[in-house]
């Protein structure tokens, strides 16, 4: 039997599993290609449009689908981590980047100006996602907790995150994403792919942003899988030490599955952090100009600096110059 190295996952086994950099269509400008001003302006574009897609609310909800209990929503003081919210804005980017590049793929083999069911159904044949059901209409908003029990009379209502959970596994068929900002994001990435994109129905929207919720849903409950079985102690039945999902164990469970669901390779994109955003133009740049630690200490004037004390050496110097002089005068 020929001897195996074991899989190490360092750096080096994530940039394999999670695949190459994403590349364009070949009829779109690559982002390498541009100048530095147009590259930043479109990711600050896809940034904005990621950000009114994914908001704080729609993911909180989604983590609660998962059965997450707590899940980070900050970084540690002094580091620049990503948190949670800001991994799924960037998984949603590459989902969203994948099922466009394969739409326009097929479109422009097949000829055809409109995209239709049949292609999408053709196109997420290479991710392994079925469709259920037909894209005619818009998947319905899943109703929140405080709705449905404004519709039961006698029902009580119920906070906390385990109250949560158990509503938000009751939501089935549903999104949670706003559908006006996701035709927007969809138009951009249509754009990225192609000078001229073809035309998506309503219908053809909301079955993309249904899958793309469906695969952001599932990628959430096995890192939450992740968390409480590499936690826990030495017995099966030992608690597990962790109880908050953070960005780490999101991008495990990408490692180990990136390989195996295409819909999931590729490298993240950049994306402008808003609070960079806010320190370079403003508040936080005022406040960081008023801080004492930033304010620059002044130089001292010359008048102001002492003088140097001279040294024994150059004071019997300047004693013994003089009297050379006059000797040289006599």
């Given at each position: ?18 695949g ?11 982002e ?32 609660r ?16 981590l990503d ?26 083999y ?16 290479k ?36 109250s ?10 549903c999104t ?10 969809m ?5 990225e ?34 968390m409480r ?9 030992s608690?597990?030490g ?14 180990v ?20 955003l ?35 050496k ?7 110059a ?9």
């Amino acid at each position: 039997m020929p001897k195996t190295q074991a899989e190490i996952f360092d750096d080096n086994h994530a940039s394999w599993a999670l695949g190459g950099e994403l590349l364009p269509h070949s009829q779109a400008e690559r982002e390498s290609k541009l100048s530095p001003g147009q590259r930043k302006a479109r990711i600050k574009d896809r940034s904005d449009l990621l950000r009114s897609v994914l908001k704080p609310e729609s993911v909180r909800r989604m983590v609660r689908k998962a059965g997450i209990l707590s899940y980070a929503t900050s970084s540690p003081v002094g580091e620049d981590l990503d948190v949670v919210l800001t991994t799924l804005q960037k998984i949603a980017d590459v989902i969203l980047f994948n099922v466009c590049f394969e739409i326009c793929r097929l479109c422009e083999y097949l000829k055809k100006r409109t995209v239709t069911e049949d292609v999408l159904r053709e196109a997420l044949k290479k991710f392994d996602v079925k469709l259920h059901g037909a894209c005619e209409e818009t998947h319905k908003s899943c109703p929140t907790l405080k709705k449905r029990n404004a519709l039961a009379a006698e029902a009580h209502v119920v906070k906390g995150a385990e109250s949560e959970i158990e509503h938000e596994s009751q939501n089935e068929s549903c999104t949670y994403f706003a559908f006006s900002a996701f035709v927007k994001i969809m138009r951009l990435y249509m754009q990225e792919q192609m000078t001229l994109p073809p035309k998506m129905t309503r219908g053809v929207i909301s079955c993309i942003q249904f899958v793309m919720e469906s695969v952001l849903v599932e990628v959430l409950s096995k890192a939450r899988y992740l968390m409480r079985q590499s936690t826990k102690g030495k017995k099966d039945t030992s608690s597990p030490g962790r109880t908050t999902v953070n960005s780490r164990d999101i991008r495990s469970v990408l490692t180990v599955l990136a390989h195996r669901h295409p819909i999931l390779s590729g490298r993240m994109r950049p994306l402008n952090d808003p609070r960079k955003l806010l320190d370079d133009s403003g508040e936080g740049g005022a406040r960081a100009k008023a801080s004492p630690k930033s304010t620059p200490t002044a130089k001292a004037s010359p008048k102001s600096t002492p003088k140097a004390k001279a040294s024994p050496k150059s004071t019997a110097k300047a004693k013994a110059a003089p009297k050379a002089k006059a000797r040289a005068g006599t």
